[in-house]
Nanobody, 123 residues
Framework: QVQLVESGGGLVQPGGSLRLSCAASGGIVSINAMGWYRQAPGKQRELVAGITSGGSTNYADRVKGRFTISRDNAKNTVYLQMNSLKPDDTAVYYC?????????????????WGQGTQVTVSS
């Protein structure tokens, strides 16, 4: 079945950078959109950045200008380049993909989530 495998999280100092990757695989016909969400302890999950199949992007106000989302359609992979990291960016980051499956003749869109990767920004 569909799997989203995330990598790239870790511990960095304020002002540092990290690059997250998420690779999707398993019976996928097409991906409508991919995005990154994050969730800090005791808080709701929030959208960080998203990108459509056509390349349109959107960002949360708190990360605009610091984070950049991109994708490699041939590899079904999405990236999140995070620069100028702040302690408030500390959270578990989750990859999300909206996909159509080979096995679904109705071409319905399914929502899948990665396992999450921890990002900690601390001095």
């Amino acid at each position: 079945q569909v799997q989203l495998v995330e990598s790239g999280g870790g511990l960095v100092q304020p002002g540092g950078s990290l690059r997250l990757s998420c690779a999707a695989s398993g019976g996928i016909v097409s991906i409508n959109a991919m995005g990154w969400y994050r969730q800090a302890p005791g808080k709701q999950r929030e959208l960080v950045a998203g990108i459509t199949s056509g390349g349109s992007t959107n960002y949360a106000d708190r990360v605009k200008g610091r984070f950049t989302i991109s994708r490699d359609n041939a590899k079904n992979t999405v990236y999140l380049q995070m620069n100028s990291l702040k302690p408030d960016d500390t959270a578990v980051y989750y990859c999300n993909a909206q996909v159509r499956l080979i096995a679904d003749v109705l071409r319905r869109v399914y929502d899948y989530w990665g396992q999450g990767t921890q990002v900690t920004v601390s001095s």
